[in-house]
């Protein structure tokens, strides 16, 4: 008897409902390889919480595997913080059950004599994050998938500095779910006494927050913007930000605008792809808008297409946009005189190394830490006594301004990739045109992600043998251009090919590896950690001679990065 069918058995021995009992056996008489998915293993936090297939199983997202989620975290919020009043606020996006999983889990808190901040109705992630802290709560919960497809849902879990957990906390609330085990350990029978509503009062505080970082008021009255919301969240914030900002000419994409799990008009509400953004572009292109800014479900990634040099709208890649924010604000700190030496940005090691040009360009500091915000917030932890932290981002297109929220967010994001913008048309510029002037000052640097999906247990399995081939057998060349050293985030080390020494990593153990070439590429592989993908980032750098030869080095880059995939055996 396989692991998955013992564990499915204790669920029908359980305290389950009918319906779930019901399914188990359907598939125990007829879907053996659907019981083996929903069981094989239990729901485990990554990067970003807990994400997964809602439905019936361990292995999916569901009263149980939420409950079980909640009343671990309240046991080890009662451990960590004894002798005082604990308070957990929550939010959720447009997915299909959030809303209903959010009340579930506030249930669950009080029922463990937790307080809960519930938000009245969806908002997006960063206001969660902002709550937290506003609130001086020891814990937060947002209910969400990202820009997973509607199938999906999630389970983001934030700490008192309202970042979402890292080690050790993440270790030790998994250790306390572990210890769930059986579903009468849950508490679900809440006390509504114990939850307070957030509404308006909230949205007010975390808009005031957000306009703090305005930093221009150039060329607001002649930007015109097409932005959409994807049927998520930041319809509650984005447009009323930027009203307050001075932007007169905000144009929402209005079949978008309406908060729906089902995303009815795009393949995947996924910011970052050109198919998502394709109606707010016709629309853009219909009425001569600058610029075009899209927002994911929860709020916290944002994509932009912006004018090019030939002028079409196309969309900028997520370091693209990070590296145009740092150099914004860094260089707005500096007009203001606010850069004292102490100040530092940050982004993740597979992220383009362009952000640390433009940093040292202006004598400011910077951070290299693993995938994922969580660490960026940690790095802000850390350093809050002695550093002013400026802004930071990844290549998954988030960005984080200031320090008031410690996760990505696409809100203030979209205020200054706007006020960046506006001050740049007022200059007869686009951000490309920005862009070109950064590229030819730290040379061209170009990116590329690809995503490789393997769902199940047979997909975990895929993923598992092909990061231990690449160990086994790394490639010696990528590109045509000599591979010199291999970074393994997992053993900590990084090797030195041509001296074959090794010199430790001093970063936190991840399934990540990264191969650097004699050219300066930095090619890295790493399984998703809340996804059933595998993902490899391409980074290719060139120097840029001059403005003309943009287009020339561009194409020889991308000639490049293809040449990489069909080495690696992508193509």
Known sequence: MSTATEKAKTWLEGNYDEDTKNQILSWMESEPDALEDAFYKDMEFGTGGMRGIMGVGSNRINRYTLGAATQGLSNYLIKKFPAQE?????????????????????????????????????????????????????????????????KYNGYKVYWEDGAQIVSPDDENIIAEVKKIDNVDKIKFIGNHHLIEELGAEMDEAFWKASLQNSYTDAGKESLKIVYTSLHGTSIKSIPEVLSRAGFEHVHIVKEQAVPDGDFPTVKSPNPEEKEALAMAIQQAEGTNSDMVIGTDPDADRIGIAARNPQGELQILNGNQTGVLMTDFLIRKWKDKGSLKGVEFIA????????????????????????????????????????????????????????DFVRDKDSVTSTLVASEMAAEAKSQGKTLFDLLIDIYLKHGLYQEHLISIVKEGKTGAEKIAAMMEEYRQKPPTSLAGEKIVKIADYQSQELKDLETGEFEKIILPKSNVLQFFTEAGSKISARPSGTEPKIKFYFSMRKELESREAYDSTLNTLNKSIKQCITDLGLA
């Not at 809960?116 to 969660?128: A, G, H, I, K, S």
Request: net charge negative; proline share 3%.
């Open 86 to 150: 604990i308070k957990v606020a929550i939010a959720y996006d447009c997915r299909h059950n959030s809303k209903e999983y959010a009340r579930l889990v506030a249930n669950v808190f009080t029922a463990n004599m937790i307080k809960v901040y519930l938000f009245e109705d969806l908002r997006p992630t960063p206001e969660l994050s902002f709550a937290v802290r506003e609130l001086g709560c020891q814990s937060g919960i947002v209910l969400t998938a990202s820009h997973n497809p509607p």
């Open 347 to 402: 982004y993740t090691i597979v992220s383009s190394d362009l952000f640390r040009a433009v940093a040292e360009e202006y004598g400011v500091q910077w951070d290299v830490c693993l995938t994922g915000f969580k660490h960026i917030a940690k790095l802000i932890r850390d350093k809050e006594d002695t550093h002013t932290y400026i802004g930071g981002g990844e290549e998954s297109y988030g960005y984080m301004v200031g």
